[in-house]
């Protein structure tokens, strides 16, 4: 697999740990006007470190945001542990459905609201993944194409998934 989603540290630990099971998601800038599409059905979580902020997730996830802190590969590599595969999505329209999704990511309140309030159409999409662990971290370069305000990046490398198990049964 060499398809990968971006999303902060935390989100992707959160995924893994099985304390989240949907991402939401309104778009990177550099995905221009029509902004994020859910346009495909498995690719890698690709944990980045930029624009995450510990106050906008929940005290549960602002503790393990601590602990990761320490964790944190070297700014020059990204290492990848798990990929994920979409059950369903859907393009959530009213934030009282957005709302409703509370315990089923790590985001605080306002944080959901900022996001679907964002840009010229309130919406934000929603995905609920089912989230697999590689039986080999992978570890690789933060190469320049890697970066920028963009949920999906291509890796210049296979990551093997075989053997990988589902980390929620």
Known sequence: MRLAFKEWAVVVDALEQGHQSVILRKGGIAEGPGGFRPEHARFLL??????????????????????????????ESVRI????????????????EAEALRGAHVWRDEVVAGRFNWG???????????????????????LAAYGGCKSWV????????DGSLPVVP
């Open 81 to 96: 542990t798990s990929w994920a595969e979409v059950v369903s999505w859907r393009k959530l329209a009213s934030l009282a």
């Open 46 to 75: 690709f944990p980045t470190w930029f624009h995450q902020q510990r106050d906008q997730v929940i005290p549960s996830a602002q503790l393990r945001f601590d602990e990761l802190a320490g964790q944190r590969p070297p700014a």
């Open 154 to 161: 291509d890796l210049d490398v296979d990551v093997p998934t």
């Open 120 to 142: 010229p159409e309130p919406a934000i999409y929603a995905l609920k993944l089912q989230i697999f662990r590689l039986p080999q971290p992978w570890s690789g370069p933060l």
